[in-house]
């Protein structure tokens, strides 16, 4: 984040509003009932005990802040492709500001490291920004992934989010009397499906994939099947 707010500032207000903690994998969560603490860390940059999107909620409805015409989430340290995007705290934040009409991008690397310095994947975004922000839409989350080796001929490449294929392995920490039990989740692998024109493969090309999403989630296919079946 503090990267983004370095090279967005030279040309835009910036205010910074994030979790205090790692939040990742908790897509939507939002703070219905818990109360939260926000704290101002420097000018313009606040940090919050909540989820991604309840940072989001409080830069758009605390009346705080002054009014924003663009919400960045990220950059997110690993990547968010195919079917990520639906457990993504760094998706879903950006998601939360589209459902409130905003402008919004989600940006992700595939660099794992949590020390790992983003300056050039907030250089190119800045860049890019420049350029293509007043083609940006308030109904899409713009969903970007940058490769952890970029492609000497770095592209941009507009993608249809692919399909991730999940294993995930649970550890029993705990088991009492056959009737309560403890698990922690031990690892999960990850593959996916090949496909043209997806965010996969576009990173295993080495070049940037960008993905509009929508938050139209009706399988319009299955909805006219189920209409014609009961005409007849």
Not at 88 to 109: D, P
Not at 112 to 137: K, P, Q
Not at 156 to 170: A, P, S
Request: a negative charge; one cysteine or more.
């Amino acid at each position: 984040m503090r990267n983004l707010e370095e090279v967005l500032s030279v040309n835009h207000e910036v205010w910074a509003v994030c979790p205090d903690r790692q939040r990742s994998g908790t897509s939507q969560a939002i703070s219905l009932r818990e109360t939260m603490r926000m704290e101002e860390v420097q000018p313009r940059h606040y940090r919050v005990s909540g989820f991604p999107v309840d940072c989001v909620n409080l830069a758009l409805h605390s009346g705080m802040f002054p009014a924003f015409d663009l919400v960045v989430s990220g950059i997110n340290h690993g990547y968010n492709l195919g079917d990520d995007v639906h457990y993504s705290g760094t998706v879903g934040a950006a998601r939360h500001a589209c459902i409130h009409g905003y402008r919004s991008v989600a940006i992700s690397c595939g660099i794992y490291d949590i020390h790992a310095d983003f300056i050039h994947v907030a250089e190119w975004f800045g860049a890019w920004l420049e350029t293509n922000l007043h083609r940006l839409n308030a109904g899409s989350v713009y969903n970007i992934n940058y490769p952890e080796l970029p492609n000497p001929d770095l592209e941009v490449r507009f993608t249809r989010h692919g399909k991730r294929i999940y294993r995930d392995d649970y550890e029993m920490l705990e088991e009492e009397a056959g009737k309560s039990f403890v698990f922690k989740l031990k690892e999960t692998i990850m593959g996916h499906k090949e496909g043209p024109l997806t965010d996969f493969s576009a990173i295993e090309s080495g070049h940037v994939s960008i993905t509009p999403l929508g938050l139209q989630t009706t399988n319009e296919e299955e909805l006219q099947g189920w209409i014609e079946s009961v005409k007849s």
